[in-house]
């Protein structure tokens, strides 16, 4: 029986399944826009995808991604060298510096503790962020984990290894979204935005 699919349009199919969220329909849809492309384009694509892992590594500092050791956040000097954020993932050091809000440094964590994924503490880049408070003389940190289960429990293991420490502690708050009716906010995002109101 001929095969309807072309086995290098397949691959392709194949490979972007890969990506989370991107079913087979999703894929095809995008293997073929990739088809339709000219050649050169389709070969751009290809060359910035192996290029990645080429030249993309991790801080030395930071743990983000970055094509220079240490990073360009990490060798800025106007930034304010006391001052560090915790987060989870590099994703998050771009979401946060797309605000223009935050001036200090960052400690990327490479994950959430997870039991039931088998994450633990050791994991993660815990050792080294503890390392590095004393080191270099942090007097403020900013928790910035998620507010899902994981990054609630991955939260609640670093204050309690901070809390002591002589540093200022605090977390980010998760409250009601820009533009949300309160009548649709989750009960539980709710009682956050209730437990970290501000005043003004």
Known sequence: MPQAIPPALERLVKNLMRFPGIGEKSAMRMAIQVLR?????????????????????????CYTFSQTDPCSICSDSTRVQDLLCIVEEPGDVIAI?????????????????????????????ISELLERIPREGIKEVIIATSSTVSGEVTANYLLDYLKDKGIRVSRIAC??????????????????????????
């Open 37 to 61: 492309w000219p050649s050169s384009v389709a070969k751009e694509l290809a060359i910035s995808i192996s290029e990645l892992h080429e030249k993309i590594g991790l801080c030395s500092r």
């Open 97 to 125: 510096e797309k605000t223009g809000s935050f001036k200090g440094f960052y400690h990327v964590l490479q994950g959430v503790i997870s039991p039931r994924d088998g994450i633990g503490p050791d994991d993660l880049k």
């Open 175 to 200: 409250g009601i979204p820009l533009g949300t009716d309160l009548k649709y906010a989750d009960p539980l995002t709710l009682r956050r935005a209730l437990e970290q109101r501000v005043a003004i």
